[in-house]
């Protein structure tokens, strides 16, 4: 089976604009969660999604929006950009049910640069 | 709030032997779950190892092992006969069991593998 798979792997974008970054979880996994991993430092939580309900949100604004779709498939949108939202940005999956009784598993990441 | 750290920013080991990850973390409740995650340069985030807290018995798979210590809140990691593809970037990191659905990462140890 195919692991996560997210895309693009690679984004350059000008202050201000907006970005959709996007995932597919493994297949019969339910459940996404979302983090952003600034260089150097540990993964930070952005959101989780299971069922296309939003279960968790991390401490990141307004600007910051998700969804999950029907077939679990997850979007990360982030409005305004500012040059901090350069980061390697995370999606995981899990089958669900609640994230702390699964393991997530990650994917590659987008690596998004904001200039 | 839950913490995590990693004191030891950076560990070097000579390939074939073994190496001791720390990680200490700081939680009030008694059921959670605590993972490593190996992060090579080319980004992936891979599951290492997982254990649940109510598990006395120490996770191990294959070269890898956990040292738990649940009262001194330890989860050191150790890694037997050292390889040139273990070196990366390992997150100790944690999750709740009640209902907090996101991981909490430490900052990272960057192993290096001396030939």
């Known amino acids: 089976d195919a692991g996560v798979t997210q895309s693009p792997t690679h984004l350059i974008k000008t202050r201000g604009q907006h970005v959709t970054l996007r995932c597919s979880p493994i297949?019969?996994?339910?459940?996404v969660s979302w983090y952003q991993q600034v260089l150097g430092q540990g993964p930070q939580f952005i959101f989780q999604?299971?069922?296309?309900?939003?279960?968790g949100r991390g401490n990141f604004p307004d600007r910051f929006s998700a969804r999950q779709f029907p077939n679990y498939s997850s979007e990360l949108n982030v409005n305004a950009l500012l040059l901090g939202d350069s980061a390697l940005y995370l999606c995981a999956s899990s089958l669900g049910q609640g994230a702390s009784q699964e393991t997530q598993y990650f994917g590659p990441g987008t690596r998004l640069l904001v200039l | 709030a839950q913490t995590v750290t990693q004191s030891q920013p950076e560990m070097s080991v000579q390939e074939a032997e073994t190496v001791t990850l720390s990680c200490t973390y700081d939680t009030s409740e008694s059921d959670y779950y605590l993972f490593w995650y190996k992060q090579p340069p080319s980004r992936q985030m891979i599951l290492v190892i997982r254990q649940e807290a109510y598990k006395q018995q120490n996770a191990t798979e294959n070269r890898f092992s956990v040292n738990f210590q649940k009262a001194a809140k330890s989860f050191s990691l150790k890694i037997s006969d050292s390889q040139l593809g273990d070196a990366a970037m390992y997150f100790c990191?944690?999750?709740?069991?009640?209902?907090?659905?996101?991981?909490?990462f430490g900052t990272g140890t960057r192993l290096t593998i001396i030939p």
């Open positions: 999604y299971y069922e296309k309900e939003e279960r």
């Open positions: 990191a944690y999750i709740s069991n009640f209902g907090n659905e996101k991981l909490t």
């Open positions: 297949s019969g996994h339910k459940s």
